[in-house]
Every structure is written in structure tokens, then in C-alpha cells.
DNA sequence: GCCCCGAACTAAAAGGTTTTCGGAAACGTA
DNA sequence: TACGTTTCCGAAAACCTTTTAGTTCGGGGC
């Protein structure tokens, strides 16, 4: 198993309060019953007595018994555990998914065991196994951007639910933010107020996010009949593009009056560039966001109208699903979850 | 889906591939030996032929046999897994350290399982009970700020670090960044690049955090006998604070040269105002922040100078000293990580 | 008195793995 | 041949819990 692996032994387990954990044969017999009645009480089964019960419970809340989670799913086959195996370093997409997952399962008293694969297939691989050999229940596998992933379902003998970056095979279960209906609702609120030159600057085009905003800008202006200001300007994800696109864009098209941007990171440095060549944001131009950053989206002057994914949603609801797919009740396909326009000062009339 | 929590039955593992897992007993079979020869043919133990082993192992790869971590656990007591217990929900400071420990425990076949109570101790108790009944061999608990919390030791039969939020008893092992040697890193590279006029602007006195950091700033400058510029400023965690402490300092002490910000957005907004009160930065004023939180420190003009907590490390250190403590060689008290001070243009000369 | 029944409880098996200990075979030595 | 030693392998116990299949006991009906 590699050189650096190896290196890692594990240590003996020395802790020097090296009590045993206390069992349910330590409850029942201070109860003074056997293991079996001992579990069916704790279990709430309904053939002990009651004065037996209460003697159990007695006992086991004295000694602090948890009962042995481990032994308890090596007789089920269940280990109430599911995998969350990400692949973006827990970035910008992963972490929202992951909290609505954890809420989800927590709820249940589900626990999650986290991997992250770095983007390294191999690693990736490497977890993976972890992951069985520790029996989880169900995986949730969150992509590091829209684009579909190859599959796992083929390998794997548990569950799998695709969250963010959908699986290649449509016979799995994806959750995917609706970034066509997402750009739909930005570029609608803007027809709304009256804005009727609208341009779109986005990140780069080999990002089928990127290429979903821009179909949705598409429709958008289609059923009002609107042309857009200007071609689609896609460079980067970041501010710096940003601030750049607006140069070009105040030179190309100079009556323009509002902007659509990819991500809230493009906006913000539009914003910026804007103001510096002495237009208003939103007087003289409107801009509107994508992915409700809070940190850019609040604190920028003026704050920004954003897109949001509402990926708490999402990572929420996949956790869902996934459960209803360890029960077998699985919702094979690509989940389209809506988004949400948040609208703050940089759209106002 | 319903009422949340009680509806959340376990469902009876109905997976249609309902094949059941191979276990060693399969790989003995097929290899025509008993399971405890597979066992140590598997596990390279010595008193097995070669001949045999080979045997094994091909029987093992050709049915893909994993492993039952929850049966070997169970006879061990140990199940390489660790809880990680974070209180912030996520935010800001516990990523960095989650990852840190991801790392330095995926390259051990470690598996960490994730906690978040969000703030809430009875949601604490509830998740200590099932990561402890998960029988984790530790635990990591990230704190929400670096203001100190109390400890979990008594409670808990399983080793305990503390990462970046330190435990309230200095027995225990904590990890902490060095706030005071932070600022000091700040302070004396404001006063190298020729500064004399230094201000402090920070959040809320009552954070551990903007005590030390103001410590830190009080240490630098009586080293080098110079007066601090006004006094600290204490408001909120954020820019719009930042842009206020801005103006009152322009106004209170026009002849500042230097502002030293408790963090990243506070800096952000100073840079900001002051750069609308026509000073230039670093020209005339140069602006420190603190945490290295990219998307503000790179991306504002002109990128900030700021100081690095090396979370990452931290989470990575605080990890290899778990693993530590799990082998009986725990390292009290609290220890104080160095930070880092990454210059950027928003202190050039 | 006999049988059946239900209530309350227990012994034992099962789940998958590792480890210990004993057994068997092969071989060398006296 | 008898005996000791080495090498390899297998049976069984152990880990902890839940479930199944009894077992015991008392009472009711005949």
C-alpha cells in the first residue's frame, strides 16, 4: 500500500484510562437479567416487564452504557453511516451541499464519514474503498462544478446520490442547481425594470455551468424579444475578469444598461470598473450576480443582486433521496433544483 | 419531508442488488483453505506457505474482497476513524483545519467522521453520543472562534484535541493560532517599511481574538519605542465597520500612515475609504489585515498584505498529535502555532 | 389431573474477522 | 524405531449486539 502509507502504523490503543467500555452484559447483570432481556428492554420490545424495564434502565444509565454501534451493524448490515466523497477541496460549492447533507442526516441520526478525493482519481479510488470496508449505507459524491462525472454506480454495491456535478449516466441520481432557469429569473427581473440593453459576461465556455447561464440569458431575451447588448464576453471566474470585461464592454457597446455576470466574483469587479468610468450602479447600470457569495454579494457598494443555488437546498434534499434509495426507493434521473433571485441594491429602479 | 426528525425511519435495506457481500470465508473457499489461513495470508503473517498465500491472494482479488472494518473493529477496538466536532458550522476557520486533518489522516487510512453542532451544546451531546458509540478512536474539536471552551475530557474514554478554539483546561492538548506573534509579525513590517503613525482597527474586545492581536500590536511598537496612532478602534468582524473606522480615523488622527486591521474585511473596507478620502494605499497609508481570506486580500486593489493563521497546518498538526494521543503519547497543554505575514502591495514602499 | 396458553425470560446463534492454541505432517537425530 | 523440532494449517474463541427459538411458570379451562 505505497511508501507513505506504510510509514503510518497504528499505534496500540495505550490511553491510559484503559477502562473497558462498558457492555450490555455489565447492564444486565447488574440488572440482574440476561443480555437478551437486557437488549429488548433497551430496545423498547414490548415482551419484558415493566419493573424489569425499569431495572435495565436503571442500570444502564448508571453505568453510561452506549451500546457498540460496530457490533450492532456487523448483525444488521446497516451501519446508519453514509459516505460524502467530494472531489473540490470542500470549496466555494462543496460546503453548503455538505451542511444541508449533515442536517439532513443528522436529523436521522445518521453519521457522515468525509472524503475528499482533491480532484485525484486515484485518491478518489483510494477512499472509496475506504468507504466500504467501512460498510457505509449510501454514498453522496459532490462534484467540483456542474460538469457530469463518470459514473461510480457501476462499482459500487451501495447507493450512490450525485450532488452539484451530476453523474454520466443518466440512470443515476443527480441533484444539479437549474443554472438555465437561474439565469432566466436574473435576466426576467432585469427586462422588469426596464433594462432593454443587457450584456452577459461569464467564465469560461468549457464549463457547462457557463454554457447553461448563457442559454438561459438566451430564452430569456427570446420570449421578450430583446437582443442581447453586445456577444457573450467569457474569460475567467474572478474579479480581475471582471473588471477587464467592463472595460471592453463600455468601449464595444457604450449605451448598455445592465450586465448579467456568471459569478458574483465577475460582478463585483464589473461594479467596480463601472464606477471608476463614472456610470451609477444600478442609475445608469444594473448588474446582477450569480452564487449569492455573501462576502462579495453583501459587502460589495452597492450589494449585489445575485442568483442563489439555494445549494443548502440541494445538498439537503439529495441527503433525502439518498435515503429513500438505501430503502429502495431510488428517483433515477438529473434533479433540476430551482434557484432563487436575491435582489438587492445594484438592480433597484 | 414531514415533521423532520421522527418520521426519519430507517429503511430495511431494500437495494435491488441485493448481492451479498463476499467475505473472508468466500475467498478461504475458493483458495481451499480455512478462514484463519486466509486471514493471515491476507494480513502477511509468516506461518503460511508461500505457495498457499498466493492461492489467497489471487482468490481475495478475483472475488474484490474487502474487508469488514466493522468486524475488525469490533475484535481490535479500534476502527480508524476519528470524530471531528466542529461548532461553527463550517464556516470560515473550520475548513481550513477540517482539510489539514483530512490530510494528515487520509494518508493513514484514517477516516474522519464529521460533526457539526452549530453552536448548539445539546446538539453536541447528541453527536459526542453517536460518534463515541461509533467508537472513534478520537476526537477533534474545532472551535468556533479562538476563545477558549470547555473541555470534553471527562466525558469521554477516547483522546481529545482541540484546534484552534483551545480547551478551558490547559491539560488537555490544544492547538491554537499565535495571535500575539501575528500581529507582532504586522506591526514590526509596518514599522520596516518606514511607518510611524500605526493604527489598530479590530472587531469586538470581547473575542480572545482581538485581545491578542491588540497585545501583539502593543508588544511591536514598545519594542521599537514608538507611540501607537490613536487608539484601537474595536466595532465588528466586517467591512462596513471597516469603512467607519476609516472615517473616524481620518477625521481623529489625519496624520496616520499605517493601519493594522483584525481582519481581512475590516482592511477591505478601510482600504476602501481611505482610497475614497483621496489617500492613496500603500502611498500614503499602507493597510495590513488578517486571516489571508483570498477572495478579500487578493482581489482588492491593491491586494492586502495580511497575516496567514497557516490554518491548514494546524488542523494537519493538531491531527498527527491525535494520532499521537491515540497511541498513548498525548502532548498537554496549549500549543501556539506561528502565523505567517504574506506581503502584498497594500504595504509596498 | 391434564393440557394449553400466554407472559416473561434465557440460551444460543449469527454477523465477519483475528488470534491463540493445538494438531498434523515432514524431517532430522539418536 | 522413538523422539524432538519445525512448518504449516485449522478449530475455536473472542469481540458485542440482536433475534430466534425455546424454557419456565403460573393460571385457566376441561
Known amino acids: 500500500m505505497g511508501a507513505m502509507v506504510s510509514t503510518v502504523s497504528l499505534p496500540k490503543r495505550v ?22 432481556t437486557a437488549s429488548k428492554a433497551l430496545n423498547g420490545r414490548h415482551d419484558v416487564r415493566d419493573s424489569t424495564r425499569q431495572r435495565v434502565l436503571a442500570a444502564a444509565k448508571e453505568l453510561a452504557f452506549q451500546p457498540n454501534e460496530l457490533a450492532r451493524g456487523l448483525l444488521s448490515g446497516q451501519t446508519r453511516t453514509v459516505g460524502l466523497l467530494t472531489s473540490d477541496s470542500m470549496g466555494r460549492f462543496g460546503i453548503p451541499v455538505l451542511l444541508g447533507a449533515e442536517d439532513a442526516f443528522g436529523a436521522g441520526e445518521m453519521a457522515v464519514l468525509l472524503c475528499d478525493a482533491r480532484g485525484d482519481a486515484i ?51 443527480s441533484f444539479v442547481p437549474d443554472d438555465v432557469g437561474g439565469a432566466m429569473l436574473a435576466v426576467r427581473h432585469l427586462l422588469d425594470m426596464g433594462r432593454r440593453s443587457i450584456a452577459h459576461v461569464t467564465g469560461p465556455m468549457d464549463y457547462t455551468a457557463a454554457r447553461e447561464r448563457e442559454e438561459g440569458v438566451r430564452l430569456a431575451l427570446a420570449e421578450a ?24 464592454l463600455l468601449m464595444s457597446t457604450p449605451d448598455v444598461d445592465a450586465v448579467f455576470c456568471g459569478n458574483d466574483q465577475i460582478a463585483a469587479g464589473v461594479v467596480e470598473t463601472v464606477r471608476e468610468r463614472g456610470r451609477r450602479v444600478p442609475g445608469d447600470i444594473a448588474v446582477v450576480g450569480y452564487d449569492n457569495w455573501e462576502i462579495l454579494s ?39 433544483m430551482p434557484c432563487r433571485l436575491v435582489i438587492r441594491e445594484s438592480t433597484a429602479p
Chains 1, 2 share one sequence.
Open 15 to 36: 490511553s491510559k484510562k484503559a477502562e473497558r467500555r462498558v457492555t450490555i452484559s455489565d447492564v444486565a447483570s447488574l440488572a440482574g437479567v440476561s443480555v437478551a
Open 123 to 173: 485518491r478518489e479510488q483510494h477512499h472509496l474503498r475506504a468507504l466500504l470496508s467501512r460498510r457505509v449505507d449510501g454514498l453522496i459524491v459532490v462534484g467540483e462544478s456542474t460538469d457530469p462525472r463518470p459514473s461510480l454506480s457501476g462499482d459500487v454495491p451501495v447507493p450512490v446520490v450525485y450532488a452539484y456535478g451530476p453523474s454520466e449516466d443518466p440512470q443515476d441520481v
Open 225 to 248: 424579444g430583446v437582443a442581447q447588448a453586445g456577444r457573450t464576453l467569457a474569460g475567467e471566474w474572478s474579479q480581475r475578469w471582471g473588471r477587464h470585461a467592463a472595460e471592453l
Open 298 to 336: 453583501t459587502e460589495t457598494r452597492p450589494p449585489l443582486t445575485t442568483v442563489d443555488m439555494n445549494l443548502e437546498v440541494l445538498g439537503r434534499t439529495a441527503a433525502q433521496h439518498l435515503f429513500a434509495a438505501i430503502g429502495g426507493r431510488a428517483t433515477p434521473g438529473v434533479h433540476r
